[in-house]
């Protein structure tokens, strides 16, 4: 499976983006993790293909959305009042058989995309 992830760029804080994730190939469930510079990567927001099961990390609840589209098989991620602590490189995974925050349960990794949030 190859992931496409796209949608990063420069914001200011308050503002919106929105992240896709384009998949090559249906897995069990699709996660976004976030690495900043000098910190170690960590789960943002993650989806299971067959019910929509979703879930998040606190720092993101309520501020974050995760989305997917079969017919396209892209997930997305809505990214609202972002604050200059969301800024890092996103990353989309797809797990084969894994639904949850563990990095190293995830089978495919897309290649990132850098989100800066100004202050």
């Known amino acids: 499976v190859q992931l496409q992830a796209s949608g990063g760029g420069l914001v200011q804080a308050g503002g919106s983006l929105r992240l896709s994730c384009a998949a090559s190939?249906?897995?069990?469930?699709m996660g976004w993790f976030r690495q900043a510079p000098g910190k170690d990567r960590e789960f943002v927001a993650g989806i299971t293909w067959s019910d929509s099961a979703t879930y998040y990390a606190n720092s993101v609840k309520g501020r974050f959305t995760i989305s997917k589209d079969g017919a396209k098989n892209t997930v997305d991620l809505q990214m609202n009042s972002l604050k200059p602590e969301d800024t890092a490189v996103y990353y989309c995974?797809?797990?084969?058989?894994?639904?949850?925050?563990?990095?190293?349960?995830?089978?495919?990794w897309g290649q990132g995309t850098l989100v800066t949030v100004s202050s």
């Open positions: 190939g249906r897995t069990f469930s």
């Open positions: 995974a797809a797990g084969t058989y894994y639904f949850g925050t563990d990095s190293r349960k995830y089978n495919y």
